[in-house]
């Protein structure tokens, strides 16, 4: 099962400064969708072709969405009933709870999904590495060639979802 949190400030006329909506979408099954033949649309500027075969793509086929702006404790107890709607009653599936590490976040999986394994988002995740490479080429004598070679390979790394074993 996947559970994604997030949460995002909006203007508002009762609190100043705005307040921060809540989503969380469950999912307990995934199913892969058919892969492109070829491209299906001609462009001009597209000459060499495809450098690599796409992709799989996939769709999130039962899912759940709730959503508050109520204080996270609320967004938390939706999820959980979104998850139990979904028939996933048993504690013995694996829980993937997919997030950009709000501290919020961290308590409500731990409230309401304690089982459950967090991952950070690609997003937050390429952010932190970006930081730990320009950390590093401070700390080394790096060049702005060797740098950006460094942040492109571990961005393409990240992204194919290879790693390298310790």
Same mark, same amino acid.
């Given at each position: 099962m996947l559970v994604g949190l997030d949460g995002g400030w909006v203007c508002s006329r009762e609190q100043r400064g705005?307040?921060? !909506?809540k989503?969380?979408?469950?999912?307990?099954?995934?199913?892969?969708?058919?892969?492109?033949?070829?491209?299906?649309?001609?462009?001009?500027?597209?000459?060499? !072709?495809?450098?690599?075969?796409?992709?799989?793509?996939?769709?999130?086929?039962?899912?759940?969405s709730v959503a508050t702006f109520a204080p996270s404790r609320e967004l938390g107890k939706l999820a959980e009933a979104a998850a139990r709607?979904?028939?996933?009653?048993?504690?013995?599936?694996?829980?993937?709870?997919?997030?950009?590490?709000?501290?919020?976040?961290?308590?409500?999986?731990?409230?309401?999904?304690?089982?459950?394994?967090?991952?950070?988002?690609?997003?937050?995740?390429?952010?932190?590495?970006?930081?730990?490479?320009q950390t590093a080429a401070r700390a080394r004598p790096l060049s702005a060639r060797e740098r950006d070679d460094q942040r492109y390979l571990h961005r393409c790394w990240l992204w194919q979802g290879e790693w390298i074993k310790p």
């Open positions: 705005g307040m921060e !909506g989503v969380a979408v469950v999912c307990s099954q995934v199913e892969d969708l058919p892969m492109p033949a070829s491209c299906t649309t001609f462009s001009w500027s597209d000459r060499s !072709g495809r450098r690599r075969p796409p992709r799989p793509r996939h769709r999130l086929a039962r899912r759940r709607s979904l028939g996933e009653q048993e504690r013995t599936r694996p829980v993937v709870v997919l997030a950009d590490g709000a501290q919020w976040i961290k308590k409500e999986q731990e409230r309401h999904f304690p089982q459950a394994t967090c991952i950070l988002d690609w997003a937050h995740l390429w952010r932190e590495v970006r930081h730990a490479i």
